[in-house]
């Protein structure tokens, strides 16, 4: 069943070739094959699945119909998502050993559909960084070559659906940071639209930014998980209260007579000729299925960057405050509270944490505060009514969703040429809007995503342009070599 | 000796500047941002607390509508504007009884804005401006193993109070005096307990006010260098602190000295201020729009809405009494102390007792049981309704005075139905003319000294005359009646 999607195991489920426990069985059985050489989980949570798949397997019996589709499949979570009981350390050591008290909304509509949660997976720490070399505990191998990077941050939920191990996980996207491993991995990757998925159990890195949401081996199984998290949670005060349409019903609609707009910005000098040809190709199917494509500008998109390493570390600078050794996680004692908070801080956070951290601080001092937040907060404005202009003459916007293929480990030791990464992602993750990454070729036998952005709360659309490029290809049906490891 | 020795000297000298914040938890039953109970005194450590409150990672804050209500209501009762946009905004510091790291508050865009409380002072009106009320979160508490956090070998943390719901009231520095300050205090915490969203507790923190104190030369426009004042628990404390502020700033100003700007803690043994953290050790805290909350649009329906529920303010009820009952202006703000006090008056009068017999008994003699028994009438044996019951009989005439108080001692603790105790009892005022009379002659009789010394112009005499009628009574003569009789018979002849 490796390799599998969603709706091959649910139909399989269904007609009694298979149990949520064999699934569930063959899924830890491939973590144990691959985990050596991925090192995508930071924890398998054996016995919590085991109970998950047990009721899965009462509820398959008992309502079969009515079950959901995500009933029975085992699935990994991002490990800045909480779980009640299980260790949650978001990829840092300050972390360690702390079990939340709670389990996150999204999570629990997960848990409530019946999936089965096989492990957490590893990511850059306090998910800062798109390469997820920042992880305190290692880093993760593309399943595509383990010597080079899977992107990041969500780098393990990537990779874990890269491998086959899980039809499915989840993710968070703070600046691309599902969209653009999901590229560098050969999956789909979705980002919904700010304020469709709650937040209420994610740790945050910046909150104004972050969002869940799935990895998935195909877009309708992307879709599928999507509404199974999707809609308002009261514990959320940013979750949008309208109603969420049904993005499975719009899904097959096609994309013709729809009208496409290619940032010229989102094609730069940074792009490479491999990734710039993939994405061309991709341009020229969606106009054989009856698009119209057009070029558009966002001018906006080089100070993006800026204002976006201006108000993720400046709301992380806060977001992190709360790790101070004093209640939870990690604490090196010491006779004064002063040196304890710096001494816990210090060997609590690596180094990108504490850069960031450093940066926001700054942005947000007495006397700096006009000169970088407020400024940022005016640009991130510009940047997302950018987008709504486009939007007035385009349905979406198609690019590439990362300038480069997977890089090799270490290869990007300056943080400015890794900020780079996300510099095509970032914008959506600024104005709110939906995103996806479909992929959409090989460069030497490395994937290449397609990017396709919607206006906001136009999820069903983004969806639906990438399903229509999906069923026109056949990327998404490559099988990375650990996805082929004989049992 | 502060008060009388260096106060007129220093006000002689320097024109005094105080502003006063005051903080005050709201009576609402949950949390700013979480649900948990706000009750954090009658629970034990730790126990009204959850995911949010604790700050753990993942959580998310969501408002507290009743909160926002008792804000604007009191925003209101302060003559506030109402912005229609209005934002929760980050303070960023460390502390162990802040779990998150950062207090969420309102920085540039308050609730409420420009507003002003009027008192008198010496019976002069003073009216204060008040720049802003705003609604943050409370913090925990903190039980150190020594006198602070930094000399202690433990301190244990006590998040109960964290996130309970706390509105900042900062006023303009138009005060003048320790007096004013403290006359300001008086009236706020009135109004804020009339309104019913604050409870008022000085001593137990409930409402808690910070001063910033400065002086310059009469007349001067700049203001001088501020001082915070911290840590003071009373009234008392407030107007203390105030003047030996004063006496210490004079000091310094008058032997040639600068002041420097810094938080000063009272410490109420010493009776003085001490340094606490200059201006150079103040925090940055790096404010910034709280990311988790959207901001709050108040549409003017919604204030509307808020301003029909404020009930009559103690100023405005007070000068109704006056008009409405005949009462002096002292007894109607006696009356009006709080809204407790006012409502059960009401009640009183319009349960029949006359305004003027109410208004009597009220402010005295069952303001002194209330002292004594450390109970108001309302959760008293007798209740207002009792004491309704009972002046209904003192002014039937049924029971004398002296009866009446007895048996409001009495039913004040142990409750009991007026009516049916005098009836049970036989207290029954004794008031037949043809009986008393009787007895007035045989006390005559019994008494001829007193009798000659009343007729000899010793209006004294009468005293022992009255007491051998009431003796005679058991104590149940209507003494006008006898005072009337006795007079009458010893005028004769």
Redesign the interface.
Known sequence: MTASTITQLAAALRDGSTTPRALLAGAIAHVDRTENDLNAYLAVTRELAEAQADAAAHTLEAHPETASPLCGIPMALKD???VNGVD?T?GSKI?RG?K???T?TAVQRLFDAGAVCVGKTNCDEFAMGSSTENSAYGPVGNPWDIERVPGGSSGGSAATVAAGTVPFSLGTDTGGSIRQPAALTGVVGFKPTYGRVS??????F???LDQIGPFTRTVEDCAMVYAAIAGHD?????SDPRAVDDPLASLRAGVAGMRLGIPREYLGAGTEPGVRDAVEAAFRVLEGLGASLQEVSLPSTDVALSVYYIIAP??C??N?????G???GVRVERP??TEM?LQTRDAGFGNEVKRRVMLG?YA???GY?DAY?RQAQKVRTLVSQEFDAVFKNVDAIVSPTSPSVAFPMGSRSDPLSMYMCDVVTLPANLAGTPGISVPCGFVDGLPVGLQVIAPRFEDSRVLRVAHAYEQATDFHAQLSPYATVAA | MTETATRPAALGRYEVVIGLEVHAQLLTRSKMFCPCPADYINAAPNENTCPVCLGLPGVLPTINEKAVDFTVRTALALHCDIPPFTKFDRKNYFYPDLPKGYQISQYDLPLSLNGYLEFPVGGEAVRCGITRVHLEEDTGTMHHAGDVLQSATSSLIDLNRCGVPLMEIVGEPDLRTPEAAREYLVRLRQILTYIGVNDGNLEKGSFRCDANISLRTPGAQELGVKVEVKNMNSFRAVQRALESEIERQTGVLDSGGTLVQETRGWVEAQGRTISQRSKEQAHDYRYFPEPDLPPLRLDAAFVERVRATLPELPEARARRFQEQYGLTAYDAAVLTDTREEADTYEALVAAGVPAKLAANWQSGDVAALANEHHTPLQHSGLGSDGLASLLRLVEAGTINGPTAKELLAELYVAGGNPEALVRDRGLAQVSDTAELSALVDAAIAANPAAAADFRAGKQQALGQLMRAVKDATGGKADMPLVNRLLRDRLSEQ
């Open positions: 800045v998502l909480c949650t978001a972390l702390f939340p008290p709670y996150g937040r209420y159990g994610l740790i945050a910046a909150s104004s009261p514990r959320d005060s940013t400046a709301e600078s806060s992190l405050a709360r790790y101070d004093v209640r939870f004064s509270l908070y601080t947000l001092s007495s505060y937040y």
